[in-house]
Structures are given as C-alpha cells and as structure tokens.
C-alpha cells in the first residue's frame, strides 16, 4: 500500500501517513511519478546513464569503422587486372641478327673447312668461298626466322600464362567477396540495433539533443568521473565546461579531425584517446579475422574477436535495455 500524497510505502491497514500525514484511503495505489515530478539527478545517475551512452557510441564508431574496411576491401576484389602483352618487332632487332649470325656463322665455318680440306684446285677454291658466303647467308636469314618463332611463342605462352592466372584470381575473389558482403551484413544488423537502443537511450531526454554524439559523451563522462563538475547544466556544469574549451581550442570537437591526429589529444583529452586507440585496435583485429577467413572461405569461428564482441554487444545490451525500461517505468525525465 502506498501513500497517495508522497508516494511512501506503508504497512497494511494504517489510516495516517507515518511520513507526511496524509489521510490514507485502504484503496491507495502506487503512483508512479512523471516526467513533471522527476527529480534532478545526482552525480552518480549522470555516470550511470553516461556510461551507457558511452558505450553504445562506442560500439556505434567500432561498427562504422569496420562495415567502412570491410567495403574497402570487397571494392577492391574481383576485377580483372590489365596485362600488357609485350610486342615483338618481327625479327629485325639487331641483336637477333647477331644472334643468328654468330651461330651461322660457326657452322659455315666448319663446313668450309671441311670442304676445302678435300677439295684442290682454285675453282673449287672459289666455288668454296661462294658456298660459304651463300650458306651464311642463307642460315642467317634461317636462323633468324627461327628464333624470331621461338621468341614470339615465349611471350604468347607468358601472356596466355598470366591471363589464365588472373582468371583464377578473380574467380576466386569472387568467392571471397560473398563472404565479405555475408560478413558486412551481420555488422549493419548490429550496427542498426545498436542505433535503436542509443536512440531510446537518448529519448530519456538526459543529455541535451546537441550533445549527443561520442566526443561530447566521452568527455563530460570524463569531467563527471575526475570531479571537475558534478552536474550538466550552470555556469560550472559539464556543458559550459565543453564549450569553453572547444571555443578555446583546448580540445578538439570533430570526430575527423580527432582520428586525423589522434595522438596529440592525448594530453587533453586523454578518455577519448584511451577509447579511440582501443576500438581502433579492435576493428583492425576484427577486419583483418574477417579479410583472412574470407580468403580461406571460412564462417566466423566461435572462439574468434569478432564473435567475442558480438557476444559483448548482446550481453552489454540486454543490461542497457533493462536500465531504460526501469527508467521509463519511474517516469525519468531531466530535460
């Protein structure tokens, strides 16, 4: 039984109010307090409720990242590369003349020896010069043609070699894009239940709405927990603070800029860099589990970084549902 003035709990079958007074009527109910009667919340409300928020922001920014490398790298996959086939300039290179040449060349010589070995006479003589001359010639002309022929075969057969190589290398991406994009879908399925109970954690209507994002939560969670202010709102409250040192440069406010030169804010705003480095870490791990089981055409083991945090979210989750339900059963309403 309850009071219908204060909302006191009272022992059964009592007629006055042991805490304001008030006349009890044995029908009394509960009363559940409203928005309107909501109290201010204390210091260690605003760490509860800010933790929360700074945890889903998180899991937010560490799913973007990764569903971002996870495309990065499918976008790369399964085009087909530009080979350059090498052009051969028919058999007057110099070289090949030269080649053909010096082997012709040595043959002739030897025949020529031979022949002038068993034949006397100056008529065979000369006639021996003309058939070396000829047989020179000839075998030039026979011997370049020949290894032009070798030559050109060996660049078809290192072209059809490297075609046939990336014909491979695209089918298999092919196969590794499908797991990739299977990958990247369960990320956006996380991803999307992780925006809809931020959203019902914001619609407790604790934070102001231009205050919603992970730099403002991580670092007012911060001056909350080091005791530079216990409240959010008045001249020394965690929003005046924040926009003082964001107008005076003291910290930096855009989340781009903060990843561009993460490790300059470390000094001055040493929680948000603590966060990014950790869930920069994790989505490095996690992105390159899922590049590598993709390559090896494997699902998600288990045991693996990327089940574990899927693990977390669910389990970290389940506890920040119950903490709105309870919030929104006492009427918890601060702005």
Known sequence: MFCSKCGKELVENVLFCSYCGNKIEQTTKMVVPTSNTASKPNIEDLKEYFSYAK?????????????EKIRKKKS?????????????????NYFL???????????ALIVFGIISSNVDGEYFGLLSVGTHFCITLIGTVLGVAIIVIIKKKKIEDEYSALV??????VEEEKG?????????KQLLEKLNKVDELLANLY????????????????TMLEYLESG?????TGANGAYNIYESEV????????????ISMLGSIRDNQYALYQVLQHSNSLVEGMSSEIEKLAESNYAIAKNSKTAAYYSQIAADSTKISAYIDSCNFRGIKYI
């Open 55 to 67: 945890k889903l922001e998180v899991d937010k920014y560490t799913l973007n990242s990764t569903v």
């Open 76 to 92: 790369g996959l399964g085009h087909k590369r530009t080979i350059v086939r090498k052009h051969f300039d028919g058999g007057f």
């Open 97 to 107: 003349w030269a080649e053909a040449s010096l082997v012709v060349t040595i043959i």
């Open 164 to 169: 046939s190589k990336d014909k491979k290398r």
């Open 176 to 184: 590794q894009i499908s797991v990739l994009a299977n990958q990247e």
């Open 203 to 218: 619609s407790l209507d604790v934070i102001y709405p231009k205050y919603r994002e992970l730099i403002p939560v991580v």
């Open 228 to 232: 530079r202010c216990d409240e959010l």
């Open 247 to 258: 107008r005076q440069n003291i910290i930096i406010s855009s989340l781009g800029r903060v």
